[in-house]
């Protein structure tokens, strides 16, 4: 599972030489990204490529190279026109559609970006910023505060009972979908305690033999989800009706309709938890 990985991506802060006009540019307007529709698929224009468009981003933040190539990020004046070749998608909307090295990087812009923006005055003193060099940071002016990209880790726990699975439906979940149980790891937690609490806090369960699983950046707009599995120790099942609708045991040949897209570690979660406990080939059928 790597959905937010750029294979042959090299994140660098500052560029040996003034980008080209060849270099990739990942450009948002309202949280989507411009990206040129050509005949073999998607790719993100280039800098050069903007700039005849009238579609020049007003800053630019540099990312690193891509297979020899430089990347930047931008972001589009909030009226941008577009027109065909171009279109403006959601990084959600471009899983599986955009290449994986395209989509890794885009991914990392969209975080950037919304740090470069939210971070231009500072949030001390008020006076303006202006970026650091040598590091990925914004520097205050008057009271030198420096800004770095902020990221909400958050957990997400696989809990197992024998042969079930402990799947949910969040409240502010779109139709029926279930998944495992998440939440955001709070000021002086380790990550196992954050597990403990959000399951304990969500359902009224105790838990224990807390694993690691695996992580994944999550740019909606600046998360790092950490996966992990957990065993069931104790207690009945109560949920807290202000985050689930419901939460249900299940086996594996009895879950619900609606589970996770495959672009989310929630459902590798799933999916890892059915290779030993359902056929290989009911599993490919999902």
Known sequence: MRPFAAPGFEPLVEPAATPSVDAWCFAFRDGSLLVRVESDGLRPPTLGELVAAGLAPGRTQYLGRLADCDCLSGELAAGAATSAPYALHTLRELFG???????????????????????????????????????????????DLAVYPRLAP?????????????????SRFPGSL??????????????????????????????????????????????????????????????????????????????????????SIARALIDDWLRTHEPLQSVARR
């Open 97 to 143: 559609a955009l290449a994986e090295s395209y989509f890794g990087v885009a991914g990392r812009a969209a975080q950037i970006v919304a740090w470069d923006r939210d971070h231009r005055y500072c949030g001390r003193c008020g006076a303006p910023t202006e970026p650091a060099p040598g590091e990925r940071a914004r520097r205050c002016l008057s009271c």
């Open 178 to 263: 279930h998944s495992v149980l998440a939440g955001f790891v709070e000021p002086g937690e380790t990550l196992e305690d954050t597990v403990v609490r959000e399951v304990r806090e969500e359902t009224s369960l105790e838990i224990a033999d807390v694993r690691y699983f695996g992580s994944q950046p999550w740019p909606f707009p600046h998360s790092l989800m950490i996966g992990f599995t957990a065993a069931y120790a104790d207690g009945e099942l109560r949920i807290d009706p202000g985050e689930l609708a419901e939460a249900a045991w299940y086996r594996a040949d009895a879950l619900p309709a609606e589970l996770p897209g495959r672009i």
């Open 154 to 170: 958050a957990v997400i726990v696989r809990v197992e009972r024998g042969d079930e699975i402990l799947l949910a439906r969040g």
